[in-house]
């Protein structure tokens, strides 16, 4: 039986003993005698390298089928890689004894079948805007990094540049191919839709924010938005403006009072707040404000607008007027990297660009995001309300230390709200609906001597902020819990989480219980599994 026939819905693949009659498909296996092996075990974040065995580089859902089987056969701990780009050592973790390497597997097409553009979970963020756009002008609206693979991207939630004004990338999907591992240890594909009688439904549910690494090794994706009617590929996904106005400033820390810091970073949650509704004319703005630590010498935001929303400049316009309320410091140019993001001088006033051109732009002009030394640490969280005089007090503290010289020490602040909580929480697993913006904390640095450092200023300023609550941001009326896809092995450590509201709840509040009978249906011997992964019922 082919991989096609298991893209029927209710349709499946197995490696069970009907199969036998044929030669089984196997995957190129690298090991460590190969010369190749060394750039395939590890990921971006250069704290974690597995040890395999064996990386088994697919590219078919057979070969999938076959690896996972070959796996659970001979009990090995197994884990997934689609580009690399987990924050923690979920992928590379040193028990991992097969690592499947899924960046083969890359084909985007449309499908008639299904009637959805079909993206493979080893295809890019760039290569899915890279064909799907200039081939049928429209896109699922994924990140902005270029190099971020759909496998875990998709699973966990993804939000990109066209967030607000068309909802996260799970509010497209339609269907997905999972390797899965029944109860008697068979591994088999299993196609999921969103469609209301699908058996299935709650597989595909469970990859619309889940998480990946929980419930088995995805495939591939398809894309087609609620209410797309036609057979026209050009009419089954939202269509990106033809042009974005891109607009980079920055603010110079040495003519910021403390004040200013914290009335700039307010002015930014209060406009996001303001403007977080569905239909908010505003949502075809979205922006970055990244506070980097004072020896990077600037604060930057980035703003983008829908050039063909109505009054687009005047949007623009009354959004660096609301920024800069109360702040007697003229905005420059934005002349240093903010984090990932680019220096963008060029950008001190508001140009037009096509929008590939800058979402390719702003997704791949950092070095940073292609230094094979890089070492990082990263935080997360949801706000829904203006920030507490706390925050801004923590946040300045830590972000001024004197005892800190590393430009590369940022919380990033980015829009949110908008067409996402069009949604309701139950609707998906992700369930952030109700946020108006996001926060990532980001420390990079080279040298594995300074670990303890940069690990201890991401966590001590992140632990002060959220003091009131325990350390974390809890959900409620003004913190909304994390992003699972920015994971953070603390959240699960009493030693920094001392809220009581535990690490599985920050990412999925009320739907945490739903996806345990999800994992329990699907992945019951808990093959599937790292340090944060959906647990079975009871555990």
Not at 3 to 31: C, D, L, M, Q
Not at 117 to 126: E, F, M, V
Not at 202 to 230: E, I, K, M, Q
Not at 434 to 447: E, G, I, S
């Amino acid at each position: 039986m082919t991989a096609r026939k298991a893209a029927i819905p209710g349709g499946s693949t197995s490696a069970g003993p009907s199969a036998g009659r044929h030669r089984p498909a196997e995957a190129v296996t690298v090991t460590d005698t190969d010369r190749q092996y060394p750039d395939l075990i590890s990921g971006f974040n250069q704290r974690y390298t597995a040890a395999p065995e064996a990386v088994r580089l697919v590219t078919s859902t057979e070969e999938v089928i076959a690896a996972v089987q070959d796996a659970v056969h001979h009990g090995k701990r197994l884990s997934v890689r689609s580009s690399g780009h987990c924050y923690e050592n979920f992928v590379h973790h040193p028990q991992v004894r097969v690592l499947l390497d899924m960046s083969q597997m890359h084909d985007i097409r449309y499908d008639p079948e299904l009637n959805a553009i079909a993206i493979g979970a080893g295809a890019t963020n760039l290569q899915a805007y890279r064909t799907t756009y200039p081939k049928w002008g429209v896109v699922a609206p994924t990140g902005f990094c270029y190099s971020v693979a759909m496998g875990g991207h998709v699973s966990g939630g993804a939000w990109g540049p066209l967030c607000r004004t068309h909802g996260l990338v799970v509010d497209h999907l339609y269907a997905v191919e999972v390797v899965v591992v029944d109860a008697a240890g068979r591994a088999r594909a299993v196609l999921a839709t969103r469609e209301a009688d699908d058996p299935h439904r709650d597989l595909w549910w469970a990859h619309t924010g889940g998480g990946g690494g929980n419930f088995g090794v995805v495939t591939r994706y398809w894309f087609r938005s609620p209410g797309a009617t036609g057979r026209d590929p050009r009419e089954l996904l939202p269509r990106p403006p033809a042009e974005l106005l891109v607009n980079a400033v920055s603010w110079p820390w040495a003519e910021l009072s403390r004040e200013e810091f914290c009335r700039l970073v307010q002015n930014y949650a209060r406009w996001h707040v303001a403007h977080s509704a569905p239909d908010s004319p505003q949502r075809a703005l979205m922006s970055q404000l990244v506070l980097n630590h004072r020896a990077a010498g600037q604060i930057g935001m980035v703003a983008l607008v829908d050039a063909s929303a109505p009054g687009a400049e005047q949007i623009l316009a009354d959004y660096l007027k609301e920024l800069g309320d109360g702040i007697d410091v003229t905005p420059g140019a934005m002349t240093a990297d903010m984090g990932e993001l680019p220096a963008l001088p060029q950008f001190a006033q508001a140009r037009r660009l096509p929008w590939l051109h800058a979402v390719r732009m702003l997704g791949t002009t950092n070095g940073v995001l292609n230094d094979p030394t890089l070492r990082a640490e990263y935080k997360s969280s949801y706000m829904r309300a203006p920030f507490p005089r706390s925050h801004l007090a923590a946040l300045h503290t830590h972000l001024t230390r004197d005892d800190l010289h590393n430009p590369n020490l940022n919380v990033l602040l980015t829009s949110y709200g908008g067409r996402i909580n069009a949604v309701d929480p139950a609707a998906t697993a992700i369930p952030h609906r109700r946020a108006a913006f996001k926060m990532l904390w980001q420390a990079f640095w080279n040298d594995p001597a300074d670990d303890d450092t940069y690990i201890g200023w991401a966590r001590d300023s992140y632990r002060e902020v959220y003091a009131d609550t325990g350390g974390v941001p809890v959900p409620g009326e003004v913190t909304d819990g994390c992003y699972v896809n920015y994971p953070d092995i603390d959240l699960g450590d009493p030693r920094f989480n001392t809220s009581g509201v535990p690490w599985h709840d920050l990412y999925y509040k009320a739907n945490y219980p739903r996806l345990q009978q999800i994992k329990k249906r699907w992945d019951p011997r808990d093959v599937f599994r790292h340090a944060q992964s959906v647990t079975l019922p009871g555990n």
